[in-house]
T-cell receptor, first 110, second 111 residues
Framework: GQNIDQPTEMTATEGAIVQINCTYQ??????LFWYQQHAGEAPTFLSY????GLEEKGRFSSFLSRSKGYSYLLLKELQMKDSASYLC???????????FGKGNQVVVIP | DVKVTQSSRYLVKRTGEKVFLECVQD?????MFWYRQDPGLGLRLIYF???????EKGDIPEGYSVSREKKERFSLILESASTNQTSMYLC??????????FGSGTQLSVL
């Protein structure tokens, strides 16, 4: 089976930096995705990592270490609109289905 | 950009009714998926399809069936709705090696 672990909730202050971790144990690895989901809405794509290292995209960065089965999403200069659930998903390869973590709820406070 | 359209945003049905949830994508993707999402349980895969008329069970297929007669359309069917099927249902599509694109979701309430 596939196992994706994320912390369930964290609170951070506006303007701060927050790191959301994801560890995975999967039958294979063919890429890791991060999605953002606001309450009552569909998930939207944030980033994709397939090689080790850091991918930066504006205020959001994502890091991958394949040898450790670990990724993190870094949110800088937090804004109130960043309050959302952040989902980590791994493509184990094979049949094109992704394995999702349960999501990390980030609450941004003034 | 890819568009994945779900036919209803909110739906209220009665126990025992047959329910159809429709999903259409416009990017010629081979793969389509149906998930349900419940608080504390995350996204759970019900069924997916990798080609027309092909389907595979996900993690929680019991009580559901699917239909894919055309490449762009993937339907989820609740044969006899039950209260424990009250949930947010999300459709998604994906080309080979691409990211997953989600529809806006259907919040289904079964009374």
């Amino acid at each position: 089976g596939q196992n994706i672990d994320q912390p369930t909730e964290m609170t951070a202050t506006e303007g701060a930096i927050v790191q959301i971790n994801c560890t995975y144990q999967t039958s294979g690895f063919n890429g890791l995705f991060w999605y953002q989901q606001h309450a009552g809405e569909a998930p939207t794509f944030l980033s994709y990592n397939v090689l080790d290292g850091l991918e930066e995209k504006g205020r959001f960065s994502s890091f991958l270490s394949r040898s450790k089965g670990y990724s993190y999403l870094l949110l800088k200069e937090l804004q109130m609109k960043d309050s959302a659930s952040y989902l980590c998903a791994v493509n184990p390869g094979g049949n094109n289905r992704l394995a999702f973590g349960k999501g990390n709820q980030v609450v941004v406070i003034p | 950009d890819v568009k994945v359209t779900q036919s209803s945003r909110y739906l209220v049905k009665r126990t025992g009714e047959k329910v159809f949830l429709e999903c259409v994508q416009d990017m010629d993707h081979e793969n389509m998926f149906w998930y349900r999402q419940d608080p504390g349980l995350g996204l759970r895969l019900i069924y997916f399809s990798y080609d027309v008329k092909m389907k595979e069970k996900g993690d929680i297929p019991e009580g559901y069936s699917v239909s894919r007669e055309k490449k762009e359309r993937f339907s989820l069917i609740l044969e006899s709705a039950s209260t424990n099927q009250t949930s947010m249902y999300l459709c998604a599509s994906r080309g080979t090696g691409e990211k997953l694109f989600f529809g806006s979701g259907t919040q289904l309430s079964v009374l």
